[in-house]
């Protein structure tokens, strides 16, 4: 005689991620992300409908994301509070949430540069709208299970920070980038590792080299002569070497290791590339991201 009763078998389980926040602090960003990592995601989903799309024999094959906040139908936090508290108990359910932060200033800035009303402004100041659409958020931000401040965040940091915190590491190396770019247009924010280049003589003076990059052979093989490169290279390329394994058994999903020179066009996109071969000969696929390789060539900028 079979049982109709859930399986208890954790893996049977349907994984649900309730993702909500703030307006402006990034809710869409990291649905955005949570759908490149494999998970089906809704958006505005009225929350009361839940129950009906979750949990019995038909287990979804992929985890789920659903998206919600103050702009969505039958809005009332206790209430959802109650009805995913229910849901969590059943056995053939993993439900977590996930709330986003974000200063109120830095949320103000957010809507003056789009110009977007806020939702729950409306004849009000910006300011106004926030501070009501944060105390009604204040029982999903306590109940949250997991909470992300996005206030010092650029998208593209939240984008890494919702994947370190989402994706499925037990299936997957870990993903190397390797970049380049020009101190004199301002720092990468996500580096773990950053080379300077700059000890390096400078190919912009050279006339016959500036329009070129460190792509090109001629920018290549002046690098290379530099007596400095090769015993310095040599260092950094055991040291990525090295320290790659460390990474890795602490869990990391990405690593991120830079190169700069002055204007990001020379030096720095020829050490990148020349590291990014040390790391497919080790075993690895980075992905190669050269910032301003696209930038034209600047005396005013070239100072070292």
Known sequence: ??????????????????????????????????????????????????????????????????????RTRGFVPDEIITLCSQLAAQSDVELETLFLDCASGEIERRYNETRRPHPMARERPVLEGIKAERELL?????????????SDFASNQLQQVVREQFA????????????????SRGMPPL?????????????HWIAELREQ?????????????????????DRIADLIRTLIPHYAAQGRSYLNIAFGCTGGR?????????AAQVLREAGF???????????????????R
């Open 213 to 233: 990059t460190g792509l090109d052979d001629a920018v290549g093989a002046h690098i290379r002569r530099d007596p400095a490169f090769a015993p310095s290279f």
């Open 1 to 70: 005689m079979t049982s109709d009763a859930p399986s208890e078998n954790p893996s049977a389980r349907q994984r649900i991620l309730l993702v909500t926040g703030l307006s402006g602090a990034g809710k869409t960003t990291t649905l955005q992300v949570l759908e490149d990592l494999g998970w089906e995601t809704i958006d505005n989903f009225p929350v009361r409908l839940l129950g009906g799309m979750v949990g019995g024999k038909a287990v979804q094959p992929a985890p789920l994301a659903i998206g919600f906040d103050s």
């Open 191 to 203: 580096a773990d590792l950053l080379f300077d280049m700059r000890f390096l003589d400078n190919p």
């Open 138 to 150: 204040d029982p999903l931000r306590s109940w949250a299970d997991n909470v992300i401040d996005s």
């Open 266 to 274: 020379h030096r720095s996109v020829y050490s990148a590339e020349r």
């Open 285 to 303: 696929s980075p992905t190669v991201i050269h910032r301003n390789l696209g930038t034209r060539p600047a005396d005013p900028l070239e100072r």
């Open 168 to 183: 499925d590491t037990a299936a997957r190396e870990m993903t190397v980038t390797v970049s380049s770019f020009g101190f």
